[in-house]
């Protein structure tokens, strides 16, 4: 069965900041994986993704991750935080059919 | 990225009566639907599968006489709450798999925020 995990529950960076979220997966091929951002009850806003070939993922809003196999690790990063990134962020795994597992989500402060 | 519409965006209802959510796939046809709900603060839990012209497929725990749905064409999946209660209360997201895409990702809906009284 497919599962993530996403070891920090909460961080709180300062404005300008770099930014790591870490996101660790099992699956039994080869993953599809995925970062998600979602504002306070909205729905899910796709970040980047990884399918296969180059594994540093650029997306968007200066988000990055980088797909590590021999880590299971999939972590987001950014190299300074503004504070409207302020949100929930989600990694998933994902079955060719489309179908997501989701990781308990990370939620993210931006101090000024 | 193909777009998918959810709607309400919020609901409220009285206990006992059912609500229905619709999720549209608007510039692609979408053999497949996802139907998520998400509690506060927490992570998004995957309710079911919807196939066009057959059955959804339900994971395990998830009452399919009190969540219905219907995938009656290929842009619109249909969720329907019935005798609702409190406790159903929730957050619930579709999504849709663009089959005609170059990748299996899916396209996520913004979420209806239901809230039974």
């Known amino acids: 069965a497919q599962s993530v995990t996403q070891p920090d529950i909460h961080i709180t960076v300062s404005e300008g900041a770099s930014l790591e979220l870490r996101c660790n997966y099992s699956y039994g091929a080869t993953p599809y994986l995925f970062w998600y951002v979602q504002s306070p009850g909205q729905g899910l806003q796709l970040l980047l993704k990884y399918f296969s070939g180059d594994t540093l993922v650029q997306g968007i809003k200066g988000f990055e991750a980088e797909f590590k196999r021999s880590q299971s690790s999939f972590n987001l990063r950014k190299p300074s935080v503004h504070w409207s990134d302020a949100a929930e962020y989600f990694c998933?795994?994902?079955?060719?059919?489309?179908?997501?597992?989701f990781g308990d989500g990370t939620t993210l402060t931006v101090k000024p | 990225g193909a777009v998918v519409s959810q709607h309400p965006s919020r609901v409220i209802c009285k206990s006992g009566t059912s609500v229905k959510i619709e999720c549209r796939s608007l510039d692609f046809q979408a053999t497949t639907m996802f139907w998520y709900r998400q509690f506060p603060k927490k992570s998004l839990m995957l309710m079911a599968t919807s196939n066009e012209g057959s059955k959804a497929t339900y994971e395990q725990g998830v009452e399919k006489d009190k969540f219905l749905i219907n995938h009656a064409s290929l842009t619109l999946s249909t969720l329907t709450v019935t005798s609702a209660h409190p406790e159903d209360s929730s957050f619930y997201i579709c999504?849709?798999?663009?089959?005609?895409?170059?990748?299996?990702?899916?396209?996520f809906g913004q979420g209806t925020r239901l809230t039974v009284v």
């Open positions: 999504s849709a798999r663009d089959p005609q895409g170059m990748n299996t990702e899916a396209f």
């Open positions: 998933a795994v994902g079955a060719r059919a489309g179908k997501s597992t």
